[in-house]
T-cell receptor, first 112, second 114 residues
Framework: GEDVEQSLFLSVREGDSSVINCTYT??????LYWYKQEPGAGLQLLTY?????DMKQDQRLTVLLNKKDKHLSLRIADTQTGDSAIYFC????????????FGGGTRVLVKP | GAVVSQHPSRVICKSGTSVKIECRSL??????MFWYRQFPKKSLMLMAT?????????EQGVEKDKFLINHASLTLSTLTVTSAHPEDSSFYIC??????????FGSGTRLTVV
């Protein structure tokens, strides 16, 4: 079955790195995603990783995927106050057009 | 980049009335769109998958007659909340897949039923 879990809250000081963790149970995940949601807004795709990759880097964002442990992480370097938001990891399984299963979201608070 | 436009962003309606929410793909065609519901401080729950030219696929526990979905063109899907009640108050978000990888989300609709 599908189950995606995240920790609820992360507090980080401005300028430090943030690491948000996510675990999933379905080993047939095809793509894994990180989305950012600011208050009252929709979801913004930050990055995604294909399941046969271990790492993906995009500017301040680094995604690590440990398929053996079914563990996904998002590292934000030099965290800024504008990074304060809720971050969701999500997985999709199978071909394009399949639904996303979301984790519960991690609320990140960046303190100046 | 690909944009999904959702309208309205906020709506307040009286109990018993119906509300229509539109989801448009602005610069790409979407044969499939997804409708999610988000409760306060909670994750997104997939309600249904909207298919252009055919019936929507509803997730278990979602009432088809309550949440009517129409996907009449390759760029527009609508969700109608019929006979709305206060428990239907929520944040509704649509999404579509402009390529084979990422999902683009609309900005959401906050529905308040009074």
């Amino acid at each position: 079955g599908e189950d995606v879990e995240q920790s609820l809250f992360l507090s980080v000081r401005e300028g430090d790195s943030s690491v948000i963790n996510c675990t999933y149970t379905d080993s047939s995940s095809t793509y894994l995603y990180w989305y950012k949601q600011e208050p009252g807004a929709g979801l913004q795709l930050l990055t995604y990783i294909f399941s046969n990759m271990d790492m993906k880097q995009d500017q301040r964002l680094t995604v690590l995927l440990n398929k053996k442990d079914k563990h996904l992480s998002l590292r934000i370097a030099d965290t800024q106050t504008g990074d304060s938001a809720i971050y969701f990891c999500a997985e999709s399984i199978g071909a394009a057009g399949n639904k996303l299963t979301f984790g519960g979201g991690t609320r990140v608070l960046v303190k100046p | 980049g690909a944009v999904v436009s959702q309208h309205p962003s906020r709506v307040i309606c009286k109990s018993g009335t119906s509300v229509k929410i539109e989801c448009r793909s602005l610069d790409f065609q979407a044969t499939t769109m997804f409708w999610y519901r988000q409760f306060p401080k909670k994750s997104l729950m997939l309600m249904a998958t909207s298919n252009e030219g055919s019936k929507a696929t509803y997730e278990q526990g979602v009432e088809k007659d309550k949440f009517l979905i129409n996907h009449a063109s390759l760029t527009l899907s609508t969700l109608t909340v019929t006979s709305a009640h206060p428990e239907d108050s929520s944040f509704y978000i649509c999404s579509a897949q402009p390529d084979g990888y990422g999902y683009t989300f609309g900005s959401g609709t906050r529905l308040t039923v009074v």
